[in-house]
């Protein structure tokens, strides 16, 4: 565990335990659109919370007992593990028949994208660096790119909403996408990995011990899939939240 200020804290929480909230929030909402009534939506969301807040609580556990630190003399993969072992697993959910009910529904788009506003907390990779504690090389890229998607969410959700600029949504999870890939490539190369190949001070360590740990292993797997639900939902026609498709009325004989 790295000595790091209160307040880095409470912004890597924010994120962490944000990112998932707004998620349980946006299935509440699909589920009632899909018709699953105001209880099955609750429970849903109940659920999926639990599970991650699980997730989290372990995660956090294993962090701090050093488990995710890169060890020179020996290949411990296991932060790479549970990430890719996060991110699987919201995949898998998806296939859920209720879940898969869910993310059917008007308005998933839109929905989906919502919580990446809490990306902004991307600043705390700055704060960080300015503390002397991450490269400028991971801080900088993956600080930036996060904040801008954060910004940019409440604009795309705004205008899915009413059904507009399905090509600008698309553009914003594949941007999306790649800030995340290039955060977890540089932070892999610059001390995650088993041999540090990008030669930075100082290195990404960091990023395996408490708080910045539950970075990746929750805010980014989650804030990945987010973008991968959201682009298979935008190969369907996009209906403003809440409206449902219209059904043709009978015509007289």
Not at 36 to 52: D, I, K
Not at 84 to 100: E, H, W
Not at 179 to 190: M, P, Q, S
């Amino acid at each position: 565990m790295y000595d790091l200020p209160g307040y880095v804290w409470a912004l890597v929480l924010i994120g962490v335990i944000g990112i998932p909230a707004a998620t349980c929030a946006a299935l509440y909402r699909g589920a009632v659109a899909a018709g699953l009534g105001h209880r099955t939506a609750a429970r849903v969301s109940v659920a999926a919370g639990a599970v991650w807040g699980g997730w989290l609580l372990v995660g956090g556990l294993l962090a701090g007992a050093g488990l995710f630190r890169r060890d020179p003399d020996a290949v411990r993969p296991w932060l790479a593990l549970a990430f890719v072992g996060a991110l699987t697993a919201a995949l898998l959910a998806t296939r859920i028949p209720i879940v898969s009910r869910i993310l059917a529904a008007p308005g998933t788009a839109a929905r989906l994208t919502l919580p990446h506003t809490l990306r902004i907390m991307g600043v705390l990779f700055i704060v960080v660096l300015m503390l002397g504690e991450l490269p400028a090389a991971f801080a900088i890229p993956a600080g930036l790119g996060d904040i801008a998607v954060g910004l940019a969410a409440p604009v795309v959700a705004w205008r899915l909403s009413r059904g507009m600029h399905r090509t600008n949504a698309v553009w914003f999870n594949v941007i999306g996408i790649v800030d995340l890939v290039v955060a977890v490539g540089i932070g892999y190369l610059a001390g995650l990995g088993p041999t540090q190949v990008l030669h930075v001070t100082p290195s990404t360590e960091p990023l395996a011990l408490l708080p910045l740990a539950l970075v990746p292993i929750s805010a980014v797997p989650l804030a990945a899939a987010l973008h991968v639900m959201s682009l298979r939902a935008l190969r369907s026609p996009i209906q403003p939240a809440g409206i449902q498709a219209a059904t043709p009325a009978p015509t007289a004989g």
